[in-house]
Nanobody, 128 residues
Framework: QVQLVESGGELVQPGGSLRLSCVVS????????TGWFRQAPGKEREFLVA????????RYSDNAKDRFTASRDNNKNTAYLQMDNLKPEDTAVYFC?????????????????????WGQGTQVTVSS
């Protein structure tokens, strides 16, 4: 069983920065991949970034690649999402999720169906 807990969401002004955290509780984290998604009110859940805990290329969506940076601390089983130059349209609930890092996973890593385990989400509001 994998448990994920996000934190760090809050109200921030446009142009500001925020770093989200996701603590992943699992016995062998290197078997898994983790993704960050977000869901704005009335919209579908949107893929942002995915990465392997055992290293390798980090995969970003076009919406995330210029202003968002994913990182991880394997010693703490914690993933981070650094978000810079935030805009009102970034307002959403942000989720982290995990799935086994298999070849099948990476053929469709943008799909939320590839992620078996999800956190509860953390609210990010960008407003002046």
């Amino acid at each position: 069983q994998v448990q994920l807990v996000e934190s760090g969401g809050e109200l921030v002004q446009p142009g500001g920065s925020l770093r989200l955290s996701c603590v992943v509780s699992v016995s062998d984290i290197r078997r898994y991949a983790t993704g960050w998604f977000r869901q704005a009110p009335g919209k579908e859940r949107e893929f942002l970034v995915a990465f392997r805990w055992n290293g390798g290329t980090v995969r970003y969506s076009d919406n995330a690649k210029d202003r968002f940076t994913a990182s991880r601390d394997n010693n703490k089983n914690t993933a981070y999402l650094q978000m810079d130059n935030l805009k009102p349209e970034d307002t959403a609930v942000y989720f982290c999720a995990a799935g086994l890092s298999t070849l099948d996973f990476w053929t469709n890593f943008r799909s939320q169906r590839q992620y078996e385990f999800w956190g509860q989400g953390t609210q990010v509001t960008v407003s002046s």
